[in-house]
């Protein structure tokens, strides 16, 4: 091929490629010079039409076309891309994609400080006209709004117009999927509100919300969330402390798995509270209904209320525990379950006096 035919040929498709850049949609174009560029065989005179391209039509483009595009913004000349951000904004401005672009962004690895400034400037300016309901579901993305702005608005919202499950499940949500570290601050706010959701409401119900807990961490996609978090401890024991009766006597009537397993885990929380005769009613109970000694976690909860005991008795074992250690003799299971039931009767063992080693033997 002569050198006339392949300059020949270079410039019919220079003009095809100028053709197909020019009638691309604005994000089309961002994402096939990105696409471009890392194929690693991209050419100056290519670029140069591309951004040529790109700067024209990013006077014309649509707000919410710009924002879907945030992922590729980095192919944009900052310049440009400030002035346009600069502009007014248009009377509509939808917080939830601008929230969203600000975090695709940033995950780009190439934002720039300026720009992600004016976006927490815009974001700003909208949020208080923004339904809460709307940002309960993004809670996952709330670590892009500024604390300044954030604070005042969940505090002025939160008591309101949430229930204890969307409490709960927001804050969850924020604080182990949060494109940033959650803040201190935010999470205080939550737990402010939470303590008095919990105190207002029937106790009854606060039970029944404990037991659902179990759901609301196998609903939210992040890492491992220990489950006492659901509720924190701290809010939550001075309200058990003043329901002791009412807990044991939910636990001793548990009717299925679920509540016996979670109920037993309330009575580790007010081991402190109780007293010889509760102690005595609790050990007998969980022989006496099948949904709780059956249940797997329940077993190793009374480990637990056994090594409460003796931290709370100076390594004592208190007499109650002797009938419920001859029980356990009697306790049958699949193999791992026998291992831990043998495992547990040793530890009592290692606890019991000589006398009451005889007095069990007789």
Not at 161 to 170: E, I, K, M, W
Request: hydrophobic share 40%; net charge negative; charged share 30%.
């Amino acid at each position: 091929m002569s050198n006339y035919d392949y300059e020949l040929w270079q410039d019919l498709i220079r003009d095809l490629l100028e053709e197909k850049i020019i009638n691309a949609d604005f994000d089309e174009l961002l994402s096939a010079k990105s696409k471009y560029k890392s194929s690693g065989k991209s050419k100056p005179e290519i670029i140069e039409l591309f951004d040529n391209c790109i700067n024209e039509k990013i006077l014309e483009v649509d707000f919410d076309v710009l924002l879907k595009s945030s992922t590729y913004w980095c192919e944009i000349e900052a310049e440009k891309l400030i002035l346009y951000l600069k502009n007014p904004l248009p009377e509509r401005v939808d917080f939830i994609e601008l929230l969203l672009a600000k975090s695709k962004y940033k995950l780009s690895g190439k934002s720039k400080p300026e720009i992600v400034e004016l976006l927490d400037s815009r974001m700003n300016e909208i949020l208080v006209e923004v339904p809460f309901n709307d940002l309960l579901e993004y809670s996952k993305y709330w670590g892009e709004i500024s604390k300044e702005i954030f604070i005042p608005y969940l505090k002025d919202n939160l008591p309101k117009r949430v229930d204890l499950d969307q409490l709960v499940r927001a804050k969850l949500k924020y604080q182990y999927n949060s494109s940033r570290n959650s803040a201190p601050e935010i999470i205080e706010v939550f737990d402010n509100c939470i303590a008095d959701k919990i105190e207002e409401m029937p106790f009854s119900n606060l039970l029944e919300f404990l037991v659902c807990g179990r759901e609301i961490i196998y609903e939210i996609d992040a890492p491992i969330i220990p489950e006492k978090l659901v509720i924190p401890e701290k809010l939550l024991i001075p309200i058990l402390k003043n329901n002791v009766s009412a807990i044991i006597t939910h636990f001793t009537e548990s009717s299925n798995f679920a509540d016996a397993n979670k109920r037993s885990e309330l009575l580790i929380m007010i081991a402190e509270e109780l007293k010889e005769h509760q102690w005595k009613f609790i050990l007998t109970a969980f022989f006496d209904n099948n949904q709780i000694y059956n249940a797997r976690g329940c077993l190793a909860d009374f480990r637990k209320l056994f090594e409460k005991s003796l931290e709370l008795n100076n390594n004592s074992v208190q007499p109650y525990w002797l009938p419920f250690r001859e029980k356990l003799n009697q306790l049958n299971g699949y193999q791992k379950e026998i291992i831990f039931i043998n495992n547990f009767k040793l530890l009592i063992d290692d606890y019991l006096t000589p006398e009451q080693k005889n007095q069990l033997n007789n």
